[in-house]
C-alpha cells in the first residue's frame, strides 16, 4: 500500500472497529509530505527554504501526515519498520520518529530495523535475501493472524500476542471485570471457536452477545454496558483513508 497509505487505513480501521491487526509492517516511511521535502532542502543546505517549503505544503492537501494518525493504532497487535540508511528519498531520521510515535500505540511488541547501505526501495528485500533473524522471528510471532494458540518452536522466537480479537477494547473500563472476567471470556471464545467466533465482529454478525455477556458474570449495570459497546460493532468493516 505504501507506508502513509497504510498508517491512514489502519487507523480508520482502529476507529471503526474493535477487529484487531495482527501486524504492520511500514517500509521507508515518512511522518508527512512536508517534512519530507523539507528534509531534501536541508540536506542542500537550504533551512530557510526548507522552512518556507514546509510551512506552504502544511496549508495545502494532501499531506499525508502519518505522524498525526498513529497514536491511533491501538489495534495493530503488533509493529516492526525499516528503514535504508541510504535512503535518499525519504530520510531516515523521519522514519524514525514515525516509529517512535507509533510505538507507544500498537498492543503488542515493535521493532525499528536500520538496514545498512539500502536505499529506499530494498530495505526490507536485503532483510529477506539474507534471512535477518529479527526479521524472521517477528514475521513468525506475528503470523498466526486469528491468535490461536499454537505451541511456540524451540529456541528464542517471540510468542505472538495473546489476544482474543476485540476483546481487549471491549471489556476494558468494565466494572467488575478484571483478570478473571476477562479469563472467562477468553474461554466462552474457546469453546465456541467451532462455531466460527475468532472475534467481537463475529459475536456480532452471529447475534451471540447476550451468550457472551452471560459468560462474563458480571453486575447488570456492567453487563448493560457491554451490550452497549457491541452494539456498535459493526458487521461489515469498510475503512476508507480520507484522502485517497
Known amino acids: 500500500l505504501g507506508a502513509a497509505i497504510a498508517v491512514g487505513v489502519a487507523s480508520r480501521l482502529c476507529e471503526q472497529s474493535f477487529e484487531p491487526v495482527a501486524t504492520m509492517l511500514l517500509e521507508g516511511a515518512f511522518t508527512s509530505i512536508p517534512d519530507t521535502a523539507a528534509a531534501w532542502l536541508e540536506h542542500l543546505w537550504l533551512p530557510w ?3 518556507r517549503l514546509r510551512h506552504a505544503l502544511n496549508a495545502t492537501a ?4 502519518s505522524i498525526e494518525r498513529v497514536h491511533k493504532l491501538q489495534c495493530i497487535a503488533s509493529l516492526l519498520s525499516v528503514h535504508g540508511d541510504n535512503d535518499w528519498v525519504v530520510d531516515s531520521s523521519l522514519g524514525e520518529k514515525l516509529y517512535g510515535a507509533a510505538r507507544g500505540s500498537v498492543a ?10 539500502a536505499s529506499h526501495e530494498y530495505a526490507l528485500l536485503n532483510l529477506l535475501r539474507r534471512r535477518d533473524e529479527v526479521l ?29 480479537p476485540g476483546l481487549r477494547s471491549l471489556l476494558d473500563g468494565i466494572e467488575g471485570c478484571g483478570a ?19 472475534s467481537l465482529v463475529d459475536v456480532a454478525r452471529l447475534e ?17 454496558e457491554v451490550r452497549a459497546r457491541m452494539a456498535k460493532v459493526p458487521v461489515a468493516i469498510m475503512p476508507v483513508h480520507e484522502e485517497v
Not at 62 to 65: G, I, M, Q, T, V
Not at 208 to 224: F, G, N, R, Y
Open 49 to 51: 527554504l526548507a522552512g
Open 62 to 65: 494532501p499531506r499525508f501526515a
Open 108 to 117: 503488542g511488541p515493535s521493532s525499528y530495523l536500520a538496514v545498512a547501505g
Open 136 to 164: 524472521v522471528a517477528f514475521l513468525r510471532a506475528a503470523s498466526d493472524v486469528r491468535f490461536s494458540m499454537v505451541p511456540a518452536e524451540s529456541g528464542n522466537t517471540p510468542q505472538p500476542p495473546k489476544l482474543v
Open 180 to 198: 478473571q472476567c476477562r479469563e472467562r471470556a477468553e474461554d466462552w471464545f474457546e469453546q465456541t471457536a467451532e462455531l466460527g467466533v475468532t
Open 208 to 224: 451471540l452477545t447476550e451468550q457472551l455477556v452471560q459468560s462474563l458474570a458480571i453486575t447488570e449495570v456492567a453487563s448493560d
